[in-house]
């Protein structure tokens, strides 16, 4: 029997899934590890990083063990490229409802997958989701998009705002940093994604690697929808490959500047201090939201200068998936009335 | 107006510490100490060259800056040790290496040294896991011993009244109270409000899973160092406390360094070291700010930043010393602060070298989590 939520399409016959979260049992495929999550706190949505899905609100970040992805650079490989199996003692068993109440508890506006790739923890959060639908809390994720189009459906359903990672434009990118054979799964699911989801797209630089597909990357965004937010990433050098050069940051803002005439909304940070943070209004170039950037998830908004998401200079509607939220907004101490 | 000068590698911006907004600056003291950090790329928290950072970089700003007082931190050896299993030899080398290292220091500067070690280390034992509490357990990244909980049920006080591996529970009030008996003045500048009803401490060896910990498993945590190690040939003290008034009484005619050494008990340090109270009653200090700023100011510290605190339902939309961790205010009283002497403090300790001792430089690494961002610098004055 073949596993159907990633396109690695393993066969369960031969025991696991490579993600090592999905098994054979009795003719079904069974999630090996249900209800166990790495994490569970607040951040601010900027850090994730959405620039254009509710800013300023509070996020509780979630995320499982495992990923169909071996990135040479990842950050959480301690947690995302380990079997599961061997993590039992880090992970958290929280039920959905349980795990709804905590986001309610902690005043968060939404829930966002982060640290692995969520396909291999779908069936738990189509769970989660249900419970959340019911206390109006909106979920997001970050996704690698090596998913089957069934994978794909599932997700567009659970999820209404979606960061897919868009490592590289090549196969031979994919093959050499990543491990699998093909990017075309992920170009088309980045299709349909944006068909109905709010969509933001990240793409780690690595100078002298893939900073020259940065052009074809920005070309595919424009021809899919031109105000897609696109992440690109100053890769920190981890896992294995802490020994490697840090990109130069002028080289590659340089690298980015053709992209720049294709795509309104392109960022440039994951590093401390960046000066591209702040969306510009396409119309007119006034700046009409202003971020924070410590890098390596500690991105904040600073100050949200449109209102009704309208440049106020000259009335340009910038591109956003609901609006303006206050870090408090959400904040809650009658706990009993939670769920 | 304080600037922090931030080395990202091969890229540097100034910034206004609290505002966070960039500045262009003819500061001949952050011109002088962005070239400091430009020659000094931080290897990283666990790399074994990451104290040797830490004196080499202090050894160039006291050449360039001739401070009398000058405070050092080196932390390598806790964040290895707290994250990786060592064979026993080789973790007996890591924490000598760490002394070894500041001692290559002292030689080199010629500063009279006050060495403090912040404790043993021990493996984890176990954590207990509260995700499961009707109310909300908060703990964070770097603490193992201590916990809050914000608004138990009566089912969860009863569950945790049968943790035999907590060590004990205890109210705000009561926590707030045994320091206010021992400090007079005790400051509290977080909001009470969002300390939590109720303080937990483990048994030593345990920790607690909740929110806010790290998502690496420690492999060692911190001992319960109610005792620490100083060496000092300025003379004697008893308690944590004490520290300060003696340099400043002997700053005159010497030069000093403070030198902090995490995660260092007693048996590395030199024979004639001798112990020194840390804390009150049940409660000693982690590694840590608290600990730093009491050894900074003189005073005890455990509510700068109270463990279990509910720091996210602190209102936090305006930014305020965003390279600070949580500070969002200059401490009051530290070391340095008004000291008319030069000072300055270098350290692999991030976020927090240059707010809790009042240094008028200060260098240190700009990790979160053990990712390596890079290095920053801070200027709160050079008027000296
Ligand atoms: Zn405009």
Not at chain 1, 183 to 207: G, M, Q, W
Not at chain 2, 57 to 85: G, K, M, N, W
Not at chain 2, 354 to 364: C, L, N, R, W
Request: hydrophobic residues 40%.
């Amino acid at each position: 029997m073949k596993c159907h939520f990633c396109e690695r399409r393993c066969d369960l016959a031969d025991g696991r899934s490579f993600c090592g979260n999905f098994a054979e049992e009795n003719g079904k495929i069974k999630e090996r590890w249900p209800d166990q999550w790495c994490t569970y706190s607040p951040s601010r949505i900027e850090s994730v990083p959405f620039y254009h899905a509710y800013p300023g609100s509070r996020s509780m970040i979630i995320g499982t063990a495992g990923c169909n992805f071996r990135c040479r650079y990842c950050s959480y490989g301690f947690i995302a490229c380990k079997d599961p199996a061997q993590l039992q003692d880090v992970m958290y068993t929280i039920a959905p409802e349980k795990l709804v109440a905590m986001a309610k508890k902690m005043g968060c506006h939404n829930i966002v997958f982060n640290v692995n790739e969520p396909a291999v923890s779908l069936p738990s959060l189509q769970r989660v989701k249900k419970y959340a639908e019911k206390q109006d809390i909106p979920m997001g994720c970050l996704t690698n998009g090596y998913i089957t189009p069934e994978a794909t459906q599932m997700m567009a359903e659970i999820f209404s705002f979606v960061h897919i990672g868009l490592k590289g434009f090549s196969d031979a990118f994919y093959k050499e940093f990543v491990g699998i054979p093909h990017i075309a799964p992920i170009l088309r699911n980045i299709e349909t994604f944006s068909r109905t989801c709010h969509v933001e797209i990240a793409s780690p630089v690595i100078e002298d690697v893939n900073d020259h597909e940065l052009f074809d990357i920005a070309r595919f965004i424009h021809d899919i929808r031109q105000d897609i937010p696109w992440h690109v990433f100053r890769l920190l050098p981890e896992h294995n490959m802490k020994q490697s050069v840090y990109p130069n940051i002028d080289r590659m803002n340089q690298a980015l500047e053709t992209s720049r005439s294709l795509l309104p909304y392109i960022y440039f940070h994951n590093f401390v201090g960046s000066r591209w943070v702040n969306t510009l209004c396409p119309g007119c170039g006034e700046v009409v939201i202003k971020r924070f950037s410590l890098g390596c998830s500690g991105d904040r908004l600073d100050a949200f200068l449109a209102p009704d998401n309208t440049c106020t200079c000259c009335g340009t509607a910038i591109s956003m998936l609901g609006t303006r939220v206050g870090w408090n907004d959400k904040q809650t101490t009658v706990w009993e009335s939670v769920i | 107006m304080s600037l922090a000068i931030i080395d990202a590698r091969e890229w540097q911006n100034t910034f206004d510490l609290e505002t966070g907004q960039p500045q262009t600056s003819e500061s001949p003291a952050a011109d002088m100490a962005a070239r400091v950090l430009s020659r000094h790329p931080y290897p990283g928290d666990v790399d074994e060259k990451a104290n040797q950072w830490v004196t080499g970089t202090a050894l160039e700003l006291i050449d360039r800056y001739d401070p009398d007082l000058v405070c050092v931190s080196y932390v390598q050896q806790f964040f290895a040790d707290r994250h990786f299993r060592y064979a026993r030899k080789e973790r007996e080398r890591l924490f000598a290496s760490a002394m070894e290292e500041a001692e290559r220091f002292i030689e080199k500067s010629g500063f009279t040294p006050v060495i403090v070690g912040t404790g043993d280390m021990i493996p984890l034992k176990g954590e207990m896991d509260l995700s499961g509490l009707d109310g909300l357990a908060v703990s964070s990244n770097w603490s193992a011993r201590y916990c809050g909980i914000h608004a138990p049920s009566r089912h969860d006080m009863a569950f945790l009244d049968s943790l035999d591996t907590l060590e004990r529970i205890v109210s705000r009030d009561q926590w707030i109270q045994m320091f206010a008996t021992a400090q007079h003045d005790l400051e509290i500048h977080q909001d009470t409000n969002l300390m939590p009803d109720f303080l937990l401490a483990a048994r030593q060896g345990h920790a607690f899973k909740t929110m806010g910990t790290t998502l690496r498993k420690p492999v060692h945590i911190p001992a319960k160092n109610f005792l620490v190690p100083v060496f000092s040939p300025l003379g004697r003290v008893d308690d944590l406390r004490d520290i300060k008034p003696l340099i400043r009484s002997r700053l005159p005619d010497h030069k000093i360094a403070l030198i902090l050494v995490e995660g260092v008990g007693e048996r590395f340090f030199p024979a004639s070291r001798f112990m020194c109270q840390n804390g009150v009653d049940w409660f000693c200090n982690e590694p840590g700010d608290a600990f730093y700023l009491t050894v900074s100011t003189g005073k005890h510290q455990p509510f700068a930043y109270p463990a279990g605190y509910r720091f996210f339902d602190k209102d936090a939309d305006a930014i305020k010393f965003p390279f600070s961790g949580y500070m969002d205010t200059i401490p009051e009283h530290t070391l340095a602060q008004d000291f008319p002497g030069k000072s300055i403090a270098v350290g692999n300790r991030s976020m927090f070298m240059h707010m809790v001792f009042g240094v008028d430089i200060s260098i240190e690494c700009f990790a979160r989590n053990l990712f390596n961002q890079g290095c920053m610098a801070v200027v709160h004055r050079e008027d000296k």
